[in-house]
């Protein structure tokens, strides 16, 4: 089955910098990623996805790339603000037949003010 | 919000006695999964439904059974629970299977003594 892997498990940075997550995953065959924000106990929602056929998607402050070749994707936020605090997921699937995600093990952002 | 409710939202249990949670959605999706998440271990895959009386396995179901005998109803059964089995367990659905969003219930907080 497919493997996530996600680095760092914790990220502290300050206000207005950047954020940079990234996650590796083992099957090959994988073509469908997305990225969940999951706020102090509430439950995960998806910010952004990407699909292999596209190599970089972008939404105001949150961006991702996708590096078929190397199967590793990331997730970057910019002028990173307090509201951005959380933990963050990436996932990885198939994305056809009967699969379901497999999730990366999370990282946990913490915007400094 | 998605119409997703779990139930219930917290409870306390001792070592071997059964429980099962309730995820009940008003949205007609098609899919619906069981996921626990544990610190360190981001989101785990316990089993998923792709209709009704259509289940499989998630990569962590050793000790959970599940049931679906309506849309709306996807029922996880601990029939013995152990202290291993403590965890935050969320419900999510999807109106496809492996490339679409997820939309997840609140959560259910289990604690077995």
């Known amino acids: 089955g497919e493997n996530v892997e996600q680095h760092p498990s914790t990220l502290s940075v300050q206000e207005g910098d950047s954020a940079v997550i990234k996650c590796t995953y083992s099957?090959?065959?994988?073509?469908?990623f997305p990225w969940y924000k999951q706020e102090l106990g509430k439950r995960p929602q998806l910010i952004i996805d990407?699909?292999?056929?596209?190599g970089e998607k972008k939404d105001q402050r949150i961006a991702v790339t996708l590096n078929k070749t190397a199967k590793h994707f990331s997730l970057h936020i910019t002028e990173t603000q307090p509201e951005d605090s959380a933990v963050y997921f990436c996932?990885?699937?198939?994305?056809?037949?009967?699969?379901?995600?497999?999730f990366g093990s999370g990282t946990r952002l913490q915007v400094q003010p | 919000d998605a119409g997703i409710t779990q139930s219930p939202r917290h409870k306390v249990t001792e070592t071997g006695t059964p429980v099962t949670l309730r995820c009940h959605q008003t949205?007609?999706?098609?899919?619906m999964y069981w996921y626990r998440q544990d610190p360190g271990h981001g989101l785990r895959l316990i089993h998923y439904?792709?209709?009704?009386?259509?289940?499989d396995k998630g990569e962590v179901s050793d000790g959970y059974s599940v049931s679906r005998s309506k849309t709306e109803d996807f029922l996880l059964t601990l029939e013995s629970a152990t202290s291993s089995q403590t965890s935050v367990y969320f419900c999510?659905?999807?109106?496809?299977?492996?490339?679409?969003?997820?939309?997840f219930g609140e959560g259910s907080r289990l604690t077995v003594l």
């Open positions: 996932a990885a699937s198939r994305g056809t037949g009967r699969r379901a995600l497999t």
């Open positions: 099957d090959s065959a994988s073509n469908y």
């Open positions: 439904s792709y209709g009704v009386k259509d289940t």
């Open positions: 999510a659905i999807s109106e496809s299977t492996g490339a679409g969003e997820l939309f």
């Open positions: 949205e007609n999706h098609r899919y």
């Open positions: 990407i699909r292999s056929n596209v």
